[in-house]
């Protein structure tokens, strides 16, 4: 896989490896062809969004055994999936976002002045 970049056109840098998140679940927020749910952005988990996912139909919190799937906490750090993202931010919970370890195809769909709104890592 060729190098990929963050939404400042640098090396994406890996958003967690405690717990180890990723699409191909190697740390980092890659895009691929594989990934039907582009789960490019690097978050920093909140209870507000561990609610608001979970009342979507997509439980983070409880451990899954079968897909080594430790569960979620606040202060974690995942790769979550753009459209979610897009869903809470328009409900008012998206939570913050480490945007060297965000993809740069997530600028195709979310305007890089919202993104930095979010962003942890600026300044």
Not at 63 to 79: I, M, N, T, V, Y
Request: hydrophobic share 40%; charged share 30%.
């Amino acid at each position: 896989m060729k190098k990929q970049l963050n939404v400042f056109g640098k090396e994406l840098i890996p958003c967690s490896l405690d717990p180890v998140t990723g699409f191909f679940r190697d740390g980092c927020c890659k895009t691929s062809v594989q990934d039907k749910g582009l789960h490019n952005i690097c978050v920093v988990i909140n209870d507000k969004f561990l609610d608001f996912s979970k009342n979507k139909g997509n439980d983070l919190i409880t451990p899954r055994q079968e897909f080594s799937f430790p569960g979620l906490k606040a202060g974690d750090k995942w790769c979550v999936c753009v459209d979610r993202w897009i869903e809470a931010y328009l409900d008012g919970c998206a939570p913050k976002i480490i945007l060297e370890a965000t993809s740069q195809s997530v600028i195709k769909k979310i305007e890089i002045k919202i993104l930095k709104k979010f962003a942890l890592d600026l300044n």
